[in-house]
């Protein structure tokens, strides 16, 4: 027996197939691990199950810890650290750090974002990514089974994507 994690790989040609199958899949109770389509496919998200992503929660965060970092910054350093009344101005002149306060924002916002994106996707500069069929970089469309995370032995699964209109099934293991 191999070890590593293995795939159920359906190839579909068409798009409109491809949906189809998805909730025919779906329906029959076997779990999609993912689909990979050479460009997007509308209504593919919520076929697949997906929930709303969390990722604007995090960029909300990380653009109120800008905020919040860049008012601390500017009221300790003009108010506290070093204060000077400059052109008839308060100690602490709000208006004049709203420039300051947004740019970091925007910074801190747009930084998360990207690095909380990388984190969840998995997305590390020394990790190899999963080929699963180098067709989906052209014409095909790929839905892959994990095999692991099914109740349904291998012989099932695979008539299930077959009878669902793939033009393949292939099997792949990943170490």
């Known amino acids: 027996m191999s070890q ?3 795939y159920v790989l359906g190839v ?3 798009e409109d197939v491809l949906m189809d199958a998805i909730k ?3 329906e029959k ?3 999609i691990e ?3 389509s050479p460009f997007p496919v509308h209504g593919i998200e919520d076929a697949l199950g997906y929930k709303r992503s969390w990722l604007s929660v995090a960029a909300f965060m990380f653009g109120i810890t800008g905020t919040s970092l860049a008012l601390t910054m500017q009221i ?6 070093w204060p000077m009344i400059i052109g008839g101005k308060d100690f602490i002149p709000i208006p004049s750090f709203i ?6 924002t925007v910074l801190l916002a747009a930084f998360g974002m990207v690095g ?10 020394w990790g190899r990514p999963r080929i699963y069929d180098i067709r989906i970089t052209d014409d095909k469309h790929v839905m892959a089974i994990d095999l692991d995370k099914n109740d349904l032995d291998e012989a099932e699964i695979k008539q299930i994507v077959d009878g669902s209109g793939a033009s393949e099934v292939n099997n792949k293991t990943f170490e």
Do not use: A, I
């Open 76 to 81: 300790g350093m003009m108010g506290v650290d």
């Open 4 to 6: 590593g994690t293995n």
């Open 116 to 125: 909380t994106f990388f984190g969840v996707s998995n997305l590390k500069p």
């Open 12 to 14: 579909y040609e068409d």
């Open 24 to 26: 025919d899949v779906r």
């Open 34 to 36: 993912e689909v990979y």
């Open 99 to 104: 420039p300051v306060t947004f740019e970091m």
């Open 29 to 31: 109770g076997v779990k």
